[in-house]
């Protein structure tokens, strides 16, 4: 009778892979860095948010010389109006 200790465990699964393996290095690499969604969901989000920025600032944006402008021209229609008022 032959009892375990005759037969050494065999280092291969039954699929193939396993310690001493050459194909379980390709199949199982090494551990990568651990990574984070988080970061990733953050990092989306900013983008997401700096692309909103940059669409607002095409559509409502304007320099500080042409709001000058807009108000000056405001304010001489104002005058303009005021001075052929009727008394």
Do not use: W
Not at 10 to 28: E, K, M, T
Not at 36 to 63: H, Y
Not at 74 to 82: E, N, P, Q
């Amino acid at each position: 009778m032959s009892s375990s200790r005759d037969h050494p465990v065999p280092s291969v699964h039954a699929d193939g892979f396993g310690i001493g393996n050459p194909a379980a290095s390709a199949y199982c690499p090494a551990m990568s860095k651990v990574t984070n969604l988080n970061q990733f969901r953050k990092q989306k989000a900013r983008a997401d948010k700096k692309a909103q920025a940059e669409t607002n600032t095409v559509k409502f944006g304007r320099t500080k010389a042409q709001k000058t402008l807009d108000k000056t021209r405001a304010d001489k229609a104002r005058r303009d109006l005021d001075g052929k008022e009727r008394e």
